[in-house]
């Protein structure tokens, strides 16, 4: 049986400690150090530290316990001997493989991947929405889990108090999946009525005619940090996995005077639980309905190419996966010279920036410019002067060619989205021949 174990230096006090797990089932895209490397990120995240971690090479994984018998009991002796407070996997566990590791440990709490991120997730959750999306997806991964022990379930969550009574003939278990299915239907009615309002914000956009851009990427690539240096925002910016959850939708005014709107979403990550992206459907809902995307990856991450698989994977599950994209490469300013070279000859059509240091903005409004046009119409239109609402309209909304005055009106020509040229349809007229 091969594995080992590397344990790690004395801790900051009033942590919790954590001994990583990771199987390698050969995975080219994943490399076990990598992925164990991004797991502990994701511990960090979570405050807690690692003390150790333990890897085992396996063609698949044991039915009972993931990893097998002995690798099991060796872990577990190990997190008793470091006093660790959680073992963390780095993939899925079985609600059986789960049950069959916890009985090993009694006194270690276990985690896997997703339930890491979802408690990550609840940490960061700060809209109310974003709240009861994190809940929901917690509760639908918590009950199939359930073992009738009551400390596992947080009683006043779900409604219930402290005092509260079994009925006649009831067991511990049956009444929490009682109470937890009880609070998911009640989650789900919330979500549904926050989601009608969500869906009527989204409804005007649409109808505005506004050119729709969504920043999309693998999560710390950068993405506030670009939306902060190209709209002034003042959307959080922190080296954290998931330092933002709730999507932020920003103005932003084109070098032609355009403007359209620019949404910052949840970053993706590989192995992102797909009770998640369920939950979070509402909120990706933004890029699914978006006229461009922005796929901001982080140039000097060792996995760029990897991580661009994880976020194109998301894509596909959220049927956003044919949305025109434009490729953002972030971070140019951490690549030594030759590296950044081999980088542009293999991306040719990709934007090359540095969100932190305003490097490539210019070029990445331009590109913005250039894609929302290719998705214009163009048309010459008459527009009285009683109506410079509309003229103002084609400023602010689509990008103006050119403008003169006449005897009737303005006249100008115009490229707009399908929802601006409509408005414009009963004033359009032949477009005048080209001077020879």
Known sequence: MSGRFKPEEVLREHRATAVLVGVDLGNPLWPIDESLAELERLVHTASADVVATAT?????????????????????????ELSADIIVFDDDL?????????D???KVRVLDRTALILEIFAMHAVSREGKLQVEL???EYLLPRLRGLWGHLERERLGGGRGARFGAGESQLETDRRLARRRISDLKRELKTVRASRELQRKARADSGV????????????????????TDADVLVQDMLFATLDSTTR???LPEGREVTLTDTVGFINKLPHG???????????VREA??????????HAQLDSQSVAVHEVLSEIDAANTPKVLVLNQMDKLEEDDAAALRRRHPDAVFMSARTGVGTDELMERISYEAARGSATLTVLIPYTRGDLVQLAHERAHVVSERHTGEGTQLVLQAPQGIADKFAVFSIEAEPAES
């Open 56 to 80: 085992q090479r396996l063609d698949h994984p044991h039915p009972r316990t993931f990893i097998g018998k002995g690798k099991a009991e060796e872990i577990a002796d190990l997190a008793e």
């Open 94 to 102: 079985s609600p059986r493989q789960q049950a069959n590791v916890e």
């Open 104 to 106: 090993l440990v009694p």
């Open 137 to 139: 997806a917690q509760l």
């Open 211 to 230: 050119y729709k851009v969504a920043v999309v990427g693998y999560t710390n690539a950068g993405k506030s940090t670009l939306l902060n240096a190209i």
């Open 251 to 253: 103005r932003l005014t």
């Open 276 to 286: 998640l992206v369920e939950a979070f459907k509402s909120t990706l809902d933004e």
């Open 291 to 300: 006229d461009l995307l922005l796929h901001v990856a982080d140039a000097s």
